[in-house]
T-cell receptor, first 112, second 114 residues
């Protein structure tokens, strides 16, 4: 089955850029997502990218997709303390059923 | 604003007790899911439902059952709670409409089994 991998921890200084990486195994994944989970809360969709795109930019967020290497990254520019959270990479082959696979999550710590 | 509501944010139960976790969504979504979240393991799918009275096992269904009597409500049942079921439980829903296919999550229910 599909496997999604992420490093578990990342620390950056406030104002620096953060880059969170994700690799996946199923090349037929058509939707790729980044979710954010703040302490004690559920997951909220941060951004997403379709598999026919290479890059998507949304304010401080940049998503890069390398389909050949099955690699997805999330870059947060000018990282703030409010960005401290767990970031989950997730992939899906479509919007039907349960074919939604999450990575283990990367805990981002932003140091002042 | 779309909403998935989980009935209990925090529960403490004793081993052997029956536990009900309720989830309600107001988006008229067909698909609803129960995940459990443990540190370092990410989210693991317990059960999902694609229609009223329909259910499918996920990756870790053992020790759990579910009920979907109405479209908006999906319940997770632990018939006899055990300490290894101490975890954060997340409910989610997803519709067939729209172009993102995203899951909408509730705030989570943190269950402690003593």
């Amino acid at each position: 089955g599909e496997d999604v991998e992420q490093s578990l921890f990342l620390s950056v200084r406030e104002g620096d850029s953060s880059v969170i990486n994700c690799t996946y195994t199923d090349s037929s994944s058509t939707y790729l997502y980044w979710y954010k989970q703040e302490p004690g809360a559920g997951l909220q969709l941060l951004t997403y990218i379709f598999s026919n795109m290479d890059m998507k930019q949304d304010q401080r967020l940049t998503v890069l997709l390398n389909k050949k290497d099955k690699h997805l990254s999330l870059r947060i520019a000018d990282t703030q303390t409010g960005d401290s959270a767990i970031y989950f990479c997730a992939v899906s082959r479509g919007n039907y059923g349960q074919n939604f696979v999450f990575g283990p999550g990367t805990r981002l710590s932003v140091l002042p | 604003d779309v909403k998935v509501t989980q009935s209990s944010r925090y529960l403490v139960k004793r081993t052997g007790e029956k536990v009900f976790l309720e989830c309600v969504q107001d988006m008229d979504h067909e698909n609803m899911f129960w995940y459990r979240q443990d540190p370092g393991l990410g989210l693991r799918l317990i059960y999902f439902s694609y229609d009223v009275k329909m259910k499918e096992k996920g990756d870790i269904p053992e020790g759990y059952s579910v009920s979907r009597e109405k479209k908006e409500r999906f319940s997770l049942i632990l018939e006899s709670a055990s300490t290894n079921q101490t975890s954060m439980y997340l409910c989610a829903s997803r519709g067939y409409q729209g172009d993102t296919g995203e899951l909408f999550f509730g705030e989570g229910s943190r269950l402690t089994v003593l």
